[in-house]
């Protein structure tokens, strides 16, 4: 039976932490060799980076996903650019639920979840009462 050593599992550890590649077999056996950039070092992320990056995106729920097809909501680029600085501003002050205004389009937003809740076009806007926000973001 092959059982695996613990010093070998920590050795890897270490040397995947270190930026070394080492070969499958034991740590005795292993060849540290420091990646390069022919190796694909440059142009990666690392998985700090890229949880980051995806824990910062705005995400749409399927409340709002519903509501922009429904109502034909086109959230265009320029849109979205917009959405992502009244989150991060809003963010800034503390907000937890913000009403963002992006043109003629409305956007409740649960702004530490980074999720947009619903989406109002114009029509939509009109004559609605918004209540559990704690902050407006007029978006230009």
């Known amino acids: 039976m092959n059982t695996i050593d613990q010093n070998d599992i920590q050795s890897r550890i270490l040397a995947s932490r270190a930026g070394l590649v080492g070969g499958v077999g034991r740590s005795a056996d292993m060849k540290a060799v420091p990646q390069t950039q022919a190796e694909g070092a440059v142009g990666r992320k690392s998985f700090g980076d890229l949880l980051k990056t995806k824990t910062e995106e705005l995400k749409f729920s399927a409340h709002a ?60 806007i009109k004559d609605n009462i918004f209540t559990n926000i704690d902050s407006t973001v007029i978006a230009s």
């Open 65 to 124: 996903s519903s509501r922009l097809k429904s109502r034909g909501i086109d959230v265009t680029p320029d849109v979205m650019g917009k959405l992502e600085k009244a989150v991060a501003g809003a963010e800034g002050k503390g907000s937890k639920d913000s009403l963002v205004i992006v043109k003629d389009l409305a956007f409740i937003v649960n702004i530490p979840n980074r999720t947009i809740i619903t989406a109002m076009d114009g029509d939509s």
